[in-house]
């Protein structure tokens, strides 16, 4: 039986938005949904950054920014770690604790800049509650090999030809796995 649900593709093909999607359903149908969300942020059309966000709380940070002049590099952006982990892993640490289903958007090489984010990522994938995340195009790291090899994981590439829909075949995982489960 899946536990763990993830997606994966081309950076703007629209893996946040499937994610988000599929949580938006699960509560529709009232299961209790947490974690979190890396989204780009844009000014004037350029990228500048990504934020995490808390989907439980709403509460907002920043994940990495050009102007960030502190933390790990990652291509022209510098990780805030500190609001990363403030928001992000706080948020994850907090669905481990109150919801039926983990949101992990997305195990990068940004997020994965952080010991407490791989932390709290191995916490869940211990937990017995689906996760539904994303996992980076290009993350090369021992934790998401180690993702990768196990038996009760799906991920299913994001195309323009499934994008639209694709939130609902993670839903229907979801619940199948909760039905069986009985968390």
Same mark, same amino acid.
């Given at each position: 039986?899946?536990?763990?649900?993830?997606?994966?593709?081309?950076?703007?093909?629209?893996?946040?938005?499937?994610?988000?999607?599929?949580?938006?359903?699960?509560?529709?149908?009232?299961?209790?949904?947490?974690?979190?969300?890396?989204?780009?942020?844009?000014?004037?059309?350029?990228?500048?950054?990504?934020? !995490?966000?808390?989907? $439980?709380?709403?509460?907002? &940070?920043?994940? =990495?920014?050009? @102007?960030?002049?502190?933390?790990? *590099? #990652?291509?022209?952006?510098? !990780?805030?770690?500190? $609001?990363?982990?403030?928001? &992000?892993?706080? =948020?994850?640490? @907090?669905?481990?604790?109150?919801? *039926? #289903?983990?949101?992990?958007?997305?195990?990068?090489?940004?997020?994965?800049?952080?010991?407490?984010?791989?932390?709290?990522?191995?916490?869940?994938?211990?937990?017995?509650?689906?996760?539904?995340?994303?996992?980076?195009?290009?993350?090369?790291?021992?934790?998401?090999?180690?993702?990768?090899?196990?038996?009760?994981?799906?991920?299913?590439?994001?195309?323009?030809?499934?994008?639209?829909?694709?939130?609902?075949?993670?839903?229907?995982?979801?619940?199948?796995?909760?039905?069986?489960?009985?968390?």
């Amino acid at each position: 039986m899946k536990q763990l649900f993830f997606v994966t593709g081309q950076p703007g093909i629209g893996k946040t938005t499937v994610i988000i999607e599929a949580a938006n359903g699960l509560k529709q149908r009232g299961y209790t949904v947490g974690g979190m969300i890396s989204r780009e942020v844009r000014q004037e059309g350029v990228r500048v950054g990504f934020e !995490v966000a808390d989907l $439980d709380s709403g509460a907002k &940070g920043w994940l =990495a920014h050009v @102007n960030q002049h502190e933390g790990p *590099q #990652v291509g022209k952006y510098r !990780v805030n770690l500190s $609001d990363f982990e403030s928001v &992000g892993v706080k =948020a994850v640490q @907090n669905a481990l604790k109150r919801t *039926q #289903v983990i949101i992990l958007d997305e195990i990068g090489p940004m997020e994965l800049s952080s010991n407490a984010f791989i932390q709290v990522v191995k916490d869940a994938l211990g937990s017995k509650k689906p996760i539904l995340g994303v996992i980076h195009c290009n993350a090369r790291d021992a934790i998401v090999e180690a993702i990768k090899r196990r038996d009760d994981i799906e991920i299913q590439p994001v195309t323009f030809e499934n994008r639209r829909n694709l939130h609902n075949t993670l839903i229907e995982r979801a619940v199948q796995y909760l039905n069986q489960v009985r968390l």
